[in-house]
């Protein structure tokens, strides 16, 4: 197998002298060229495994630079390097396409494991492994993904870690929001720091600025001892705000300000307590539409919304479903001291056609089943059909799941029967279903409706369903 190649297009100085000798250490094959123009057609020429070019060109602008190789190879590993490192230009080149971007002075350490990464990822892309081999060279601080979108997001988490204080993590329900911002805390300046968590669907809302800020004594009924909130917990560190779309008015105005300027009011106190806390916000919901229907701020949004982290749901991740699948395999049979070792062909095509509405959750849970009902070492097609999701109802019957059946199910159940529910009864009758299915507690059901408990609860009161509810099941959650 040939030596992997890297061209450096940078000029003669400290930088690259480092950069040579590091490179020559991990194992590649170096060329080396002083400027934009001559760097090009060196690419040209012979196109190199990775490219490691510099922002600060003496005769054409890096990012001119990277968008021209791009454009003629889409697939290229390239590294970016610059003595005048901003926010910009780091999303800038992200956007274009770069796996890697540094600031000098450059750490050698850091320099040497970013090379022998790139060197392991070239000799990587010349070995072709089974899918269960592969699946353990692609975890990056819990998620797995070598599918094109899931490369740029872990690119734009080693790049923004270290620079962020706040952040919007975007996505459906059960793509793994928490994980990324996990990543965010764990790859920047506070990773020895705490990482407090909050889920804003499941606090009452009359409690949300006590949790947030805390109180003193006395400032409401109940409030026997002042309480510190997670803000001054999480001082020094990072909060998480999990579906931050749920808070109400009023914490949203005074969460902007504790953000803006640094400090907590508690609850029933007039003196401000100064806090240094990264914030980082998940939501599965459009914040934008929320800002235009008035239910969210739109300055809140835009102060959160400084570094976008968009986590792509399952379907268009697809190249993934496999390494996750024997990912969550292996964890399930050591957990059940059971000697599984793969999976089937059957049962891996049964996996890459699935709807997964629930995303990497939902994957995960099919998988942990399908282990329990495995009898030999491998899961089988008939293990993974048994523990697929039932077909979904729907307002003609049942709906079969899959990514090339559903849409022609609805549209025939549709033109056979022109006599229309109206939506209302649809809804209800739906949440009934979830109800039951869940013996009638409201928390399993918001789960399976895939909504927050607090949405469901606005569900029941605008379809006058409470009093039926609490007739069915007294008590339940």
Same mark, same amino acid.
Request: one cysteine or more.
């Given at each position: 197998?040939?030596?992997?190649?890297?061209?450096?297009?940078?000029?003669?100085?400290?930088?690259?002298?480092?950069?040579?000798?590091?490179?020559?250490?991990?194992?590649?094959?170096?060329?080396?060229?002083?400027?934009?123009?001559?760097?090009? &057609? !060196?690419? @040209?020429?012979?196109?190199? *495994?990775? #490219?490691?070019?510099? /922002? $600060?060109?003496?005769?054409?602008? =890096? %990012?001119?630079?990277?968008?021209?190789?791009?454009?003629?190879?889409?697939?290229?590993?390239?590294?970016?390097?610059?003595?005048?490192?901003?926010?910009?230009?780091?999303? &800038? !080149?992200? @956007?274009?396409?770069?796996? *890697?971007? #540094?600031?000098?002075? /450059? $750490?050698?350490?850091?320099?040497? =494991? %970013?090379?022998?990464?790139?060197?392991?990822?070239?000799?990587?892309?010349?070995?072709?492994?089974?899918?269960?081999?592969?699946?353990?060279?692609?975890?990056?601080?819990?998620?797995?993904? @070598?599918?094109?979108?899931?490369?740029? #997001?872990?690119?734009? /988490?080693?790049?923004?870690?270290?620079?962020?204080?706040?952040?919007?993590?975007?996505?459906?329900?059960?793509?793994?929001?928490?994980?990324?911002?996990?990543?965010?805390?764990?790859?920047?300046?506070?990773?020895?720091?705490?990482?407090?968590?909050?889920?804003?669907?499941?606090?009452?809302?009359?409690?949300?600025?006590?949790?947030?800020?805390?109180?003193?004594?006395?400032?409401?009924?109940?409030?026997?001892?002042?309480?510190?909130?997670?803000?001054?917990?999480?001082?020094?560190?990072?909060?998480?705000?999990?579906?931050?779309?749920?808070?109400?008015?009023?914490?949203?105005?005074?969460?902007?300000?504790?953000?803006?300027?640094?400090?907590?009011?508690?609850?029933?106190?007039?003196?401000?307590?100064?806090?240094?806390?990264?914030?980082?916000?998940?939501?599965?919901?459009?914040?934008?539409?929320?800002?235009?229907?008035?239910?969210?701020?739109?300055?809140?949004?835009?102060?959160?919304?400084?570094?976008?982290?968009?986590?792509?749901?399952?379907?268009?991740?697809?190249?993934?479903?496999?390494?996750?699948?024997?990912?969550?395999?292996?964890?399930?049979?050591?957990?059940?001291?059971?000697?599984?070792?793969?999976?089937?062909?059957?049962?891996?095509?049964?996996?890459?056609?699935?709807?997964?509405?629930?995303?990497?959750?939902?994957?995960?849970?099919?998988?942990?089943?399908?282990?329990?009902?495995?009898?030999?070492?491998?899961?089988?097609?008939?293990?993974?059909?048994?523990?697929?999701?039932?077909?979904?109802?729907?307002?003609?019957?049942?709906?079969?799941?899959?990514?090339?059946?559903?849409?022609?199910?609805?549209?025939?159940?549709?033109?056979?029967?022109?006599?229309?529910?109206?939506?209302?009864?649809?809804?209800?009758?739906?949440?009934?279903?979830?109800?039951?299915?869940?013996?009638?507690?409201?928390?399993?059901?918001?789960?399976?409706?895939?909504?927050?408990?607090?949405?469901?609860?606005?569900?029941?009161?605008?379809?006058?369903?409470?009093?039926?509810?609490?007739?069915?099941?007294?008590?339940?959650?």
């Amino acid at each position: 197998m040939s030596t992997p190649t890297l061209l450096i297009i940078q000029p003669a100085g400290p930088t690259r002298d480092l950069v040579c000798a590091t490179a020559e250490g991990v194992g590649f094959a170096v060329h080396v060229c002083g400027t934009g123009i001559e760097g090009l &057609a !060196a690419f @040209r020429q012979r196109p190199p *495994d990775v #490219l490691l070019a510099s /922002l $600060d060109l003496l005769d054409m602008d =890096g %990012l001119t630079l990277v968008t021209t190789v791009r454009e003629e190879a889409p697939d290229l590993s390239m590294v970016l390097v610059t003595a005048r490192a901003s926010v910009e230009s780091a999303v &800038a !080149a992200i @956007r274009l396409g770069v796996h *890697d971007y #540094l600031r000098e002075p /450059l $750490d050698a350490v850091t320099l040497r =494991g %970013l090379l022998s990464d790139r060197v392991d990822d070239a000799l990587r892309r010349r070995v072709r492994l089974f899918p269960a081999e592969r699946s353990t060279g692609v975890s990056f601080h819990g998620m797995i993904g @070598r599918s094109v979108p899931m490369q740029k #997001l872990f690119r734009m /988490l080693r790049t923004m870690a270290p620079h962020v204080r706040t952040a919007l993590v975007s996505g459906e329900t059960g793509t793994g929001k928490e994980l990324v911002a996990r990543a965010l805390h764990q790859l920047g300046p506070r990773a020895d720091r705490r990482f407090v968590v909050i889920n804003c669907s499941a606090v009452v809302e009359t409690l949300f600025e006590s949790e947030l800020f805390g109180h003193v004594r006395g400032a409401f009924t109940g409030a026997t001892e002042s309480k510190s909130g997670l803000f001054e917990l999480a001082d020094g560190g990072t909060l998480f705000l999990d579906e931050v779309g749920e808070l109400p008015p009023g914490v949203q105005a005074k969460l902007l300000r504790t953000i803006e300027f640094g400090e907590v009011h508690r609850v029933g106190s007039l003196e401000p307590r100064k806090v240094d806390v990264q914030v980082i916000a998940a939501t599965n919901r459009d914040l934008e539409v929320e800002c235009d229907a008035g239910r969210f701020r739109r300055d809140l949004f835009y102060r959160l919304n400084v570094i976008d982290m968009h986590v792509p749901p399952l379907r268009d991740r697809r190249d993934d479903i496999v390494y996750l699948a024997n990912a969550f395999m292996r964890t399930t049979a050591t957990r059940l001291a059971k000697p599984l070792n793969g999976l089937t062909a059957g049962a891996e095509r049964l996996l890459q056609e699935a709807d997964w509405l629930g995303n990497v959750r939902e994957l995960r849970n099919v998988i942990e089943r399908a282990c329990l009902m495995a009898e030999g070492r491998l899961v089988g097609e008939m293990d993974v059909k048994a523990s697929l999701p039932s077909p979904r109802p729907s307002a003609h019957g049942f709906v079969p799941r899959g990514p090339h059946t559903a849409p022609r199910a609805v549209a025939a159940a549709t033109e056979a029967d022109d006599d229309l529910e109206p939506l209302s009864d649809v809804e209800r009758e739906h949440i009934m279903r979830a109800l039951q299915h869940a013996a009638n507690n409201k928390k399993k059901a918001a789960t399976l409706l895939g909504i927050s408990r607090r949405a469901l609860y606005r569900k029941l009161e605008r379809l006058d369903l409470g009093v039926t509810i609490a007739r069915r099941g007294k008590g339940a959650a």
